[in-house]
């Protein structure tokens, strides 16, 4: 035993006393007890796991026994006379001068912790022990020092850092506060988050109390979670639980949700009471926000007339309004899934379901009528229109559905239908009588233009043959009285033509095109003026804006209003004609002026009605037929007309067309 | 039935009278027939022969025909006479009461040779008669059956 050896050879003292030395008897009185000691010593010294090294005060090892061995790697032979500097690593050497010259002032340095290099070159963590060897005369001559290879405790206690820190970080990162409680102390600790939540300033050591934690919580809440606590430290376990507390920093109203648990030490007694808390407000107030929103949409679903529902993406209807129930008479059970299909009529619910199918797959909205039954089995017509709610993906979240009974509406529609397939034919009955009568009008008047034509015929003729005939006997008057006969019978002719060119009017079709009034009107008055070239007749004639007419009737129009005009202005010199237009509103108004003998506007209300006349044959000839016709026209045509006139101071007719005109 | 050189088919004896007596003043030695409607007309014509096929027993140099006619109208008339090959190169005028412009197309559409409206005054009557019998029997060259 190299160590024993050399203590034998030279006696040490430890800690400042001799080693194996009695307190009471310092100096070593006692050979054999010393010795005695001294082998003591070295065994333990010998079977230490720990490195006992000593070395003199120049750092030179004088002994290294197996356990220095152990831990550094290097035999008593290799490092007995050299320097214990290799043992320490370069950045550190320092420390070796610091150790001896508290060593040289008599002093211990204690549980020094730090690195030491071994053989094979590793740093181990080290814990240094080092006092002074003092010879028999008291002198330090020497240093005991004892390492300890702590790197398995410096591992535990880096993990266990390590470990605290990921927990802070945790608890900062998901704002949950831990809190332990120990019964036995009754000393309550608080992370620097469970300070955060309930706002308030961390204290130094994070002790809190239960009372500081008690005042905060809500009192409506506090009898509960009190009761809580108590059941936990009685029975164990572990629970969940959401509890509201008042801030100590701003008074907010808080919502807690908290995890308890415990705890137990060695004996099986709860000795601690762990907790967490997490400030769950925002999520409150969301749920809150959350079920506020859809109790909204459920009154606005129970309140809208229409029954609505909605379908998940793949189409099973999860939820009805009550309009549904109502309506269908059908409860939540019958209607889950596909329940729906009981209360559509089989022979159109195929056609509903390949419509929804496609709807389904493409995401499309879809929109059909068709029947639901109602709670008293009658079927009510429903105009549906389904939305996809899609997500910004573009998928389908789900389908919100309406029906609209449009029962009522179906039925007035039908019957609008009806109606008018009614009006339709009682239009159709309506124009073939009028259709009847037309022909029957036409029947007449060509029945008229034969047969009463002949015998008037008949009468001109044969006072005609009498008058030649029987020339000589006759007196003046009777041959007077002959020429009345034919005259009047002559005058009749031309009131039965006048008759029916008034009845042609009234079935005659108007055909409708652009015409320019300016050319037929100048047409009309030559060929007027053909006639009855002598009278002396001015006319002017404006440029008349073109309009939609039928050029036949129109011109029609003009003859008769130009021969009134240039008939009742005889005797002027000269008879002067003016035809003109006005704009009226949104009207074109067209008019025949004269100078000639004019009309108390006293008959004017007269002036149009058949074979009504304002002035005697002697006077003015005429059958009373013109301006009958002329106002039927233009009453065909969708017009107006009137007169404006006074007695000898001309007449001015206006008219209107309706309709289009090119102004 | 004697050779004849028009055959008047009129109803009304007045106006049969007139036209006779018209034109008698203008063609004295002109022979006119009158028939008082279409059936006899035929008869006159045909005789018993089918008057759709047959050929015409008498042949006048102009038939003058009035339209509004009892038992068979005067458009029957003329169509029957009209499509019968051995009839259909008479001259037939139309002398009706009727301006019809209906009656004037039908008329000329089934071969009328001339459509005369009968004037209402007698003095115009008779000398479209007058006119008539002038321009048919003497102007007018016709064709010989």
Sequence with gaps: MAVAKKLKRAPVSVNGRAVGGDASQPGGKAPFLDELAAVRLAAIVESSNEAIISKDLKSIITTWNPGAEKIFGYSADEMVGTSVMRLIPADRQGEEADILSKIKRGEKVDHFETLRLTKDGRLIDSSVTASPIKDATGRIVGVSSIARDITERKQAERALIDSKERMRLATEATRVGIWEWNVLTNLVTWDAQMFEIYGMVPTQDGLATYITWRNLVLPEDLTQEEALLQETILWGGQNVHEFRIQRADNQECRHIQAVLTTRKNATGQVEWLVGTNLDITERKQAEAALRASEERFRTMANCIPQLAWIALPAGDIVWYNERWFEYTGTTVEQMQGWGWQSVHDPKVLPQVMANWKAALETGRPFEMEFPLRGRDGQFRTFLTRIQPLKNAEGQVLNWFGTNTDVEALKAAEQKVQNLNIELEQRVAVRTAELKKANEELEAFSYSISHDLRAPLRAMGGFARMLESQLAGPLTPEAQHSLQRIRENATKMGQLIDGLLDFSAMNWQPVAKKKVEPADLVRAVFAEIRAEEAQQPVEIEIAQLPPCEADPKLLKQVFVNLLSNAVKYSRGRNPAVIKVGWRQEKNECVYFVQDNGAGFSMEYAGKLFHVFHRLHSAEQFEGTGVGLAIVQRIVQRHGGRIWAEAEVGRGATFHFTLGGTHYG | ?145
């Design chain 2, 1 to 145: 039935m004697a050779e004849t050189d028009i055959l008047l088919v009129e109803d009304s004896e007045d106006d049969a009278s007139f036209f006779t007596h018209a034109l008698a003043a203008a063609q004295p030695s002109a022979q006119t027939t009158v028939a008082r409607d279409g059936v006899e007309a035929l008869l006159l014509l045909f005789g018993a022969e089918n008057p759709e096929r047959g050929v015409p027993t008498i042949c006048p140099r102009i038939i003058v025909l009035d339209l509004k006619l009892p038992r068979m109208n005067g458009l029957e008339l003329l169509r029957l006479l009209k499509t019968n090959p051995h009839s259909r190169s008479i001259p037939v005028v139309i002398l009706s009461s009727s301006k019809e412009k209906r009656d004037l197309v039908e008329s000329y559409q089934l071969g009328a040779n001339s459509y005369l409206a009968k004037p209402m005054d007698f003095d115009e009557f008779a000398g479209l008669v007058r006119t008539l019998g002038r321009y048919w029997l003497e102007c007018n060259l016709l064709q010989k059956i």
